[in-house]
């Protein structure tokens, strides 16, 4: 059977956002170390991507390293550096010959010096492409990125460029590193945690959740297809009832 009769084709999430955990957990349970796990996890991100593109995502967001990520051994830290470099040099011709588009949010700035320019390179290789949007996390914070859309807000007003009454959370909104990018329908996360984990805070108000116990190198194509089929059952409501929606 084809796993895609699962899915109603018309009913793609725009969006789905991805916490991509368990690289360390699955590894360990192979007796390797963590970036063993790591390196098996870039190769979920490939399968993942190709599907979004094949199903008919636009947009995918994966959170690939994290403010609270800088805490872990520098050795991990350096080696996870070092995959995202590898990984962007190995799949940027590839990903431009799909009409994938790269983006970034979050600091990248305080990413070391090769990571970031392999993150612009590619970022303006790909800027014209109009297929799958792929959003990568990194050095990211969402708590930090609403408290500089507050800073920002501030600046606007003290200025006079916005007034009081012009402000919304769709204002807000145009403030946030993702001013550019709908918010997820839904968001996946691997390896069995129940957690945002610092996500998409402000993004995430509606967005259903999946939280599966598959670590994210395990997490493929399959995987992918049963997680959309699920979000598919789902009922979204957005605070009206069900005969509201079934009128619409």
């Not at 793609?12 to 991805?18: D, K, L, Q, S």
């Not at 955990?21 to 063993?36: E, M, P, Y």
């Not at 431009?96 to 588009?101: F, L």
């Not at 993004?203 to 699920?230: G, M, N, V």
Request: hydrophobic letters at 40%.
């Amino acid at each position: 059977m084809n796993a895609l009769n699962k899915l109603d084709l018309q009913n793609i999430p725009r969006h789905v956002a991805f916490i991509m955990d368990g690289n360390g957990r699955w590894a360990k349970s192979k007796g390797q170390h963590r970036l063993f796990g790591h390196a098996a996890g870039v190769e979920s991100v490939k399968e993942v991507i190709k599907t979004a593109r094949e199903i008919g995502v636009s947009f995918l967001t994966m959170y690939a390293f994290s403010t609270e990520n800088w805490a872990r051994p520098s050795d991990e830290v350096e080696g996870l550096m070092n995959l995202l470099v590898d990984a962007i040099s190995n799949e940027v011709d590839e990903m431009h010959a799909n009409g994938v588009r790269l983006v970034t949010i979050g600091d990248i700035k305080g990413l070391p010096g090769n990571c970031y320019q392999s993150l612009l390179s590619a970022i303006e290789y790909t800027k014209e492409n109009t297929g799958l949007t792929l959003v990568l996390a990194l050095n990211y914070s969402a708590r930090k990125e609403i408290l500089n859309a507050a800073l920002a807000t501030h600046e606007l007003l003290s200025s006079g460029k916005l007034n009081i009454d012009e402000m919304s959370d769709i204002e807000f909104s145009k403030l946030l590193d993702t001013k550019d990018i709908p918010d997820p329908e839904l968001l996946i996360r691997t390896s069995g945690e129940c957690r945002i984990s610092n996500f998409l805070l402000w993004q995430l108000s509606y967005t259903e959740l999946l939280f599966t116990d598959t670590h994210w190198p395990d997490f493929r194509r399959d995987a992918f297809i049963d997680a959309i089929a699920a979000f598919q059952k789902r009922e979204r409501r957005f605070g009206m009832v069900s005969e509201q929606i079934s009128n619409q």
